[in-house]
């Protein structure tokens, strides 16, 4: 369980670490422009509609109601509050993106059709 709760939080800070490398800054030659520029971000910001979102998937291989899933169920919202809606994570239990098979899921990543995978390294 412990080791779960690590995958986990290690999962949240890369998740954590995409939205910080993915912030831009504008340049400006006067100081007037760069203040209204960066008062149109911050409102841009606050009002992201869904459609700007990055949209990433997590699959997790245990039942919905599993303690894994409904961790993921909360990171998945705690992301999309602290990034101000940047970001939205769908969940997915049950391994039914990649058939439950743990070698088929990290092929599935490998070739992009999954973004992120909870699995367990021992039983």
Avoid: H
């Avoid at 602290?82 to 969940?91: A, C, F, N, W």
């Avoid at 993106?97 to 995978?117: K, V």
Wanted: proline letters at 2%.
């Amino acid at each position: 369980m412990k080791k779960k709760l690590v995958a986990l939080a290690l999962v949240a800070a890369m998740a954590i670490s995409t939205v910080a490398c993915g912030s831009s800054s504008s340049s400006s030659s006067s100081s007037d422009t760069t203040t209204e520029e960066s008062t149109d971000d911050a409102e841009e910001s606050t009002t992201t509609s869904s459609a700007d979102a990055i949209k990433l998937n997590l699959s997790v291989p245990d039942s919905a109601s599993s303690s894994i899933c409904v961790a993921a169920e909360e990171f998945a919202a705690q992301l999309n509050e602290k990034s101000e809606g940047r970001l939205e994570v769908t969940v997915y239990p049950d391994a039914s993106l990649y058939g439950g098979d743990a070698t088929a899921a990290i092929t599935t990543m490998q070739s992009g059709g999954l973004d992120m995978l909870c699995l367990a390294t021992s039983w």
